[in-house]
């Protein structure tokens, strides 16, 4: 149960050939690594076990780094091993920047002393195994070499779509799909029959993206959290999406208004201060009867 773009990388590094023999060979070499080494939040405190048993281990799991200004330096948080407080070289953050917004997967070889003071985990090796960081000019130049229909079929095979199977206006349908993730304060609505993969789109494409199930939240976990002063979902994702858009229901009575004035401006107002805040809301909802019919009997 691992992120696509995770499985996808790793993919590229041990199958990007087309020997029959060798993607076989990768494949087995792809799946051994996640089933030894990805953290299943259930077995945190056996991985931990093993670190301190065997004196290191190699990990996947998700990272996010802060900087302790009190200490002078930077700490790592590991997202399903649970552990934190873990000092990490400079070198790494300077390098992937990601580390500090929000986070990325990483491949990680972790070793066990008590010696320090702090914490007896040690990062040895830290390697992202997601893009950590972009290079959009790469991205400019290599678009040259396509024409649009080209371009369309490459971006629709990235999301896992194939589009030698879809029609002209379901391949502009599903493009549509990508817009809040390039496009700031971008909000949409879908409504569609269910599996459709609508949800998909956010909840796996992108580690920028949050899919929020069930359509439950607070002013202070999407907004601003006026105790702890820190600002919600928006200010932290490209994309907020909700699933089951039919359920959406907000603890205070003021969520859907404030929800309304972020959409129309991009902005808020929490306390004493306007913050603003880019994050596209996508609004996902299946429907149960067929298009026709709905239109000829709902609103």
Same mark, same amino acid.
């Given at each position: 149960?691992?992120?696509?773009?995770?499985?996808?990388?790793?993919?590229?590094?041990?199958?990007?050939?087309?020997?029959?023999?060798?993607?076989?060979?990768?494949?087995?070499?792809?799946?051994?690594?996640?089933?030894?080494?990805?953290?299943?939040?259930?077995?945190?405190?056996?991985?931990?076990?093993?670190?301190?048993?065997?004196?290191?281990?190699?990990?996947?799991? /998700?990272?996010?780094?802060? $900087?302790? =200004? +009190?200490?002078?330096?930077?700490?790592?948080?590991?997202? *399903? %091993?649970?552990?934190? @407080?873990?000092?990490?070289?400079?070198?790494?953050?300077?390098?992937?920047?990601?580390?500090?917004?929000?986070?990325?997967?990483?491949?990680?070889?972790?070793?066990?002393?008590?010696?320090?003071?702090?914490?007896?985990?040690?990062?040895?090796?830290?390697?992202?195994?997601?893009?950590?960081?972009?290079?959009?000019?790469?991205?400019?130049?290599?678009?040259?070499?396509?024409?649009?229909?080209?371009?369309?079929?490459?971006?629709?095979?990235?999301?896992?779509?194939?589009?030698?199977?879809?029609?002209? /206006?379901?391949?502009?349908? $599903?493009? =549509? +799909?990508?817009?809040?993730?390039?496009?700031?304060?971008? *909000? %949409?609505?879908?409504? @569609?029959?269910?599996?459709?993969?609508?949800?998909?789109?956010?909840?796996?494409?992108?580690?920028?993206?949050?899919?929020?199930?069930?359509?439950?939240?607070?002013?202070?976990?999407?907004?601003?959290?006026?105790?702890?002063?820190?600002?919600?979902?928006?200010?932290?994702?490209?994309?907020?999406?909700?699933?089951?858009?039919?359920?959406?229901?907000?603890?205070?009575?003021?969520?859907?208004?404030?929800?309304?004035?972020?959409?129309?401006?991009?902005?808020?107002?929490?306390?004493?201060?306007?913050?603003?805040?880019?994050?596209?809301?996508?609004?996902?909802?299946?429907?149960?009867?067929?298009?026709?019919?709905? %239109?000829?009997?709902?609103?």
């Amino acid at each position: 149960n691992v992120p696509v773009y995770v499985i996808e990388y790793l993919l590229g590094q041990y199958c990007a050939t087309d020997d029959e023999a060798t993607i076989q060979e990768g494949l087995q070499k792809v799946k051994n690594i996640l089933s030894e080494n990805y953290v299943r939040p259930d077995e945190a405190e056996k991985v931990k076990s093993k670190i301190r048993e065997r004196g290191y281990y190699t990990v996947i799991d /998700k990272v996010t780094v802060k $900087l302790n =200004e +009190r200490r002078d330096v930077y700490e790592a948080e590991f997202s *399903n %091993l649970g552990i934190k @407080g873990i000092e990490v070289e400079p070198d790494y953050v300077k390098k992937f920047e990601k580390l500090l917004c929000g986070g990325i997967w990483c491949i990680l070889k972790i070793s066990y002393s008590t010696e320090q003071s702090k914490s007896p985990f040690n990062i040895e090796s830290l390697k992202p195994i997601q893009i950590a960081n972009m290079d959009i000019q790469e991205f400019i130049n290599s678009r040259k070499e396509f024409s649009k229909e080209e371009w369309m079929d490459l971006v629709l095979r990235s999301v896992g779509m194939e589009p030698t199977q879809l029609e002209n /206006k379901t391949k502009w349908h $599903l493009i =549509e +799909r990508l817009v809040p993730l390039i496009e700031n304060n971008y *909000n %949409l609505v879908e409504l @569609g029959p269910r599996s459709t993969g609508k949800s998909h789109v956010y909840k796996e494409i992108s580690p920028n993206s949050i899919l929020i199930s069930g359509g439950q939240t607070t002013v202070a976990n999407l907004f601003y959290n006026m105790s702890t002063r820190k600002i919600g979902l928006v200010g932290l994702w490209d994309v907020v999406a909700f699933d089951e858009v039919a359920g959406i229901t907000f603890k205070d009575k003021d969520g859907i208004q404030i929800m309304k004035d972020y959409m129309a401006s991009g902005s808020f107002a929490r306390g004493k201060e306007e913050k603003n805040a880019n994050a596209s809301i996508v609004f996902v909802g299946n429907i149960n009867q067929s298009v026709s019919s709905l %239109l000829k009997t709902a609103h």
